[in-house]
């Protein structure tokens, strides 16, 4: 009897150690893809700027956003149909759906911008200079320009990182 006591306990710590393990790697691999994300999203911003005549700027941003919103609505409802149910040959699981579906329309979404905008040259710097720049110019490029931000630029990225800090929990443990 105390043998089977001994390795129920034992056997209970390595399940609870394993699911530890398995809700950091799962934690740690979302906000990798959020974070690989972000490029993304900043590549549809800067769409906005390089495609769009200053006058409409403001109106094309604002459907950026209702789109984005649109998007994530559907995206979220996505999660309480039962979708291997419904669509088997997506996946076996809720995740394996939403997973297809969403790759899916990031697919479609991109091909389709990348057919519809057209792509504009601009050169600020010469072949050469682009070609001279190293990785650790290009961060000393990049720091130099951080100091250099107005202050009330920089205000607005603080503000922006740390609401970015403070909504991504709130969407990881939102869910199920």
Not at 80 to 86: A, K, T, W
Not at 157 to 174: N, R, T
């Amino acid at each position: 009897m105390a043998s089977v006591l001994t390795s129920d306990s034992s056997g209970a710590h390595h399940n609870k150690s394993n699911i530890t393990v398995r809700s950091f790697l799962a934690g740690l691999l979302v906000w990798a893809m959020n974070i690989s994300i972000q490029p993304m999203q900043v590549g549809i911003r800067a769409l906005v700027v390089d495609s769009c005549p200053p006058q409409q700027q403001v109106q094309a941003t604002s459907y950026v956003s209702a789109i984005t919103a649109v998007g994530s609505i559907l995206g979220y409802t996505l999660g309480f149909i039962d979708l291997p149910r419904l669509f088997p040959w997506l996946g076996k699981t809720q995740y394996q759906c939403v997973f297809f579906i969403a790759s899916l329309v990031l697919m479609v979404t991109v091909a389709t911008t990348c057919f519809v905008i057209q792509e504009k040259s601009l050169t600020l710097r010469s072949e050469e200079e682009d070609e001279s720049m190293g990785i650790v110019a290009v961060f000393k490029q990049v720091l130099v320009s951080v100091r250099l931000m107005p202050k009330s630029m920089m205000s607005v990225c603080k503000v922006q990182f740390c609401s970015w800090l403070g909504w991504f929990p709130f969407l990881f443990y939102i869910t199920t």
